[in-house]
């Protein structure tokens, strides 16, 4: 990731009169977009589920030109990239498409039509009207964040009527943005995600706590013991999510390096 895409015989092959080098690659890639706007060609398969609409990524990316070697554009210096959120972020069309047809640790190469680019008056002076471009991408991980923008977008007595379920997804998801924003030294954006976390687990621990009061008062009621069960269902999902998330930060990458 970050060499360059015109090295190693990825655009070399058979060669076809007329043809240039991305009509010639185009033949072996899987059109996403319907229209062949936007092809795929998977160098590194991923694993787990695809990228959900409303996610929040993490990427490495270069795009380039045709016949050019060196990337017009790529953030593949940067040790720890941003996060970005697919529909806010990322401003061209393609790599929305291509990120939702990507899993976890997957590194692809992808052909934008300028449909799906930068249109037909390009983005002078780097890229010319009517511009076909190549970009390279590796999905390093993401998070679904739609039930946590849901919940902060309530009231404060909305919030109050939101699922425990949900509620502890939330927490679980606020804390993991709070981890990545820690890794990229943005500590007071990392404090108000895991300040809003703890919150949201204090909600868990005082339903808990009214349940257990309510238990000792009536140790036979049916419904009280069902919703202590569910809760400690539902915590242990959330603690389960947790595990999971710290051993996708930590786990060493096929390059030997951490994700992010």
């Excluded at 016949?67 to 593949?76: A, I, K, L, T």
């Amino acid at each position: 990731m970050g060499g360059s895409a015109l090295n190693q015989g990825v655009l070399e092959g058979d060669d076809a009169p007329g043809q240039s080098p991305y009509e010639r690659l185009s033949q072996r890639m899987l059109d996403i977009s319907g229209d062949r706007g936007v092809l795929k060609d998977v160098i590194r398969e991923g694993a787990g589920d695809l990228v959900a609409p409303d996610a929040t990524v993490l990427v490495k990316y270069s795009g380039y030109l045709e016949h050019m070697d060196r990337p017009f554009d790529s953030n593949c210096h940067r040790r720890t990239p941003k996060l970005m959120k697919l529909g806010e972020d990322i401003t061209l069309w393609g790599m929305e498409l291509g990120l939702l047809s990507m899993r976890r640790g997957e590194l692809a190469r992808f052909l934008f039509k300028p449909t799906y680019a930068y249109g037909t008056l390009g983005c002078p002076p780097l890229i010319p009207p009517d511009t076909t471009v190549l970009f390279e991408i590796e999905l390093l991980d993401f998070l679904d964040s739609a039930e946590s923008d849901k919940f902060c977008a309530l009231s404060a007595e909305q919030q109050d009527q939101f699922p425990l379920q949900k509620v502890l997804k939330v927490a679980a998801t606020e804390r993991e943005f709070g981890n990545y924003l820690f890794r990229q030294n943005r500590f007071y954006d990392a404090k108000v995600r895991y300040k809003r976390a703890c919150l949201l687990l204090t909600e868990y621990q005082k339903a808990r706590d009214f349940l257990v009061r309510a238990q000792k008062e009536q140790p036979f009621n049916h419904d009280i013991n069902n919703e202590l069960k569910k809760l400690a269902s539902y915590y242990k999902d959330y603690t389960d999510k947790e595990k999971e998330m710290c051993h996708r930060m930590f786990a060493p990458c096929g390059d030997g390096s951490t994700v992010g």
